[in-house]
C-alpha cells in the first residue's frame, strides 16, 4: 500500500469512516487523497437552491482544515446534489470517480458500505466498483469498505449488513479524527449522536475488541490482488 484513494460521498465522511486510518498511514509515509463526490448541506433546506454558495465554501474550507489533520495529501470536490445522488445518472458518477483513478493510479482504494442507509453512499461505492473493475492494465489492488457512524449502523433492513474483516490498529491516531471532525462546524454533533466525539471513540473500542486492539477501524475488504 503506496498510494491510496478515499471516495466518500460528503464532507465528513472521509473522516468519520477512515480517519484515524488516514493519519497512521500519512504517518508512515503513505500518500493518502479524498475524493469527495457530493456537495453536502444543500439537502437542508426546502430546494437545493436555498442553500447559499458562501456556506458550501465554508463546508469545503472546514473539509481542508480537517484534511490537514489527519494528513490527506490533498482532498477534490465534485459537487454532485447532497442526497439526491440517485438523480444523477451512474455513468456521470463513475465517470467523475474513473477520472481521478486515471490522474493518480491508487493501489488501494477505500469508500463507503453499500448496505448504508444513505443513498449517496450506495452510489458512490457503486460508482466506485465500476471505475476500478479489473480489466486490462488496471491499477487498483484493494479495495476496501467503511462504515459511516449514523448511516452503516441505521440501515434496519439487515440484507447487506457490514461485516469487517480488516482491523487496523488506531490507537495513536484516534484523537486527530476527533481533532479533525472538530473542524467542521456544520457536522460536529453532541453525544449521544453517533458522529459525537465520545460515541467515535466507542466505537473504535468497540472495533478493537474485534481484532485484540485497543482502538481500530473496521473494514469490508471487496477485493485484493496479489
Known amino acids: ?31 493518502v487523497r479524498a475524493v469527495i463526490l457530493a ?5 437542508r433546506g426546502n430546494k437545493r437552491a436555498d442553500t447559499e454558495q458562501s456556506d458550501l465554501e465554508e ?18 470536490f465534485c459537487g454532485f446534489p447532497d442526497n439526491r445522488m440517485d438523480e444523477v445518472d451512474l455513468l456521470d458518477i463513475i465517470k467523475a470517480v474513473s ?38 492494465d488496471y491499477c487498483v489492488k484493494r479495495i476496501y469498505a467503511f462504515e459511516t457512524p449514523s448511516s452503516t449502523e441505521w440501515n434496519y433492513r439487515y440484507n447487506e449488513p457490514f461485516c469487517p474483516n480488516v482491523f487496523f490498529d488506531v490507537t495513536e491516531t484516534l484523537e ?24 467515535l471513540r466507542a466505537l473504535a473500542a468497540y472495533r478493537g475488541t474485534n481484532a485484540g486492539l485497543k482502538m481500530a477501524e ?8 496479489f
Open 1 to 31: 500500500m503506496k498510494n491510496v484513494l478515499v471516495v466518500a460521498a460528503h464532507p465528513d465522511d472521509e473522516l468519520l469512516g477512515i480517519g484515524g486510518t488516514v493519519r497512521r498511514l500519512a504517518d508512515e509515509g503513505i500518500c
Open 39 to 43: 456537495e453536502g448541506l444543500t439537502s
Open 59 to 76: 463546508l469545503q474550507k472546514d473539509a481542508r482544515m480537517a484534511a490537514r489533520e489527519v494528513g490527506y495529501t490533498g482532498i477534490y
Open 99 to 136: 477520472s481521478f483513478v486515471d490522474k493518480y493510479h491508487p493501489d488501494t482504494v477505500f469508500t463507503h458500505h453499500h448496505g448504508d442507509l444513505n443513498i449517496d453512499h450506495q452510489r458512490t461505492c457503486e460508482a466506485v466498483l465500476t471505475a476500478c473493475r479489473p480489466v486490462g
Open 176 to 199: 486527530a479524527k476527533i481533532r479533525g471532525m472538530a473542524c467542521y462546524r456544520t457536522e460536529s454533533t453532541l453525544y449521544p449522536h453517533p458522529r459525537s466525539p465520545e460515541a
Open 218 to 225: 473496521g473494514f469490508e475488504l471487496i477485493r485484493e490482488v
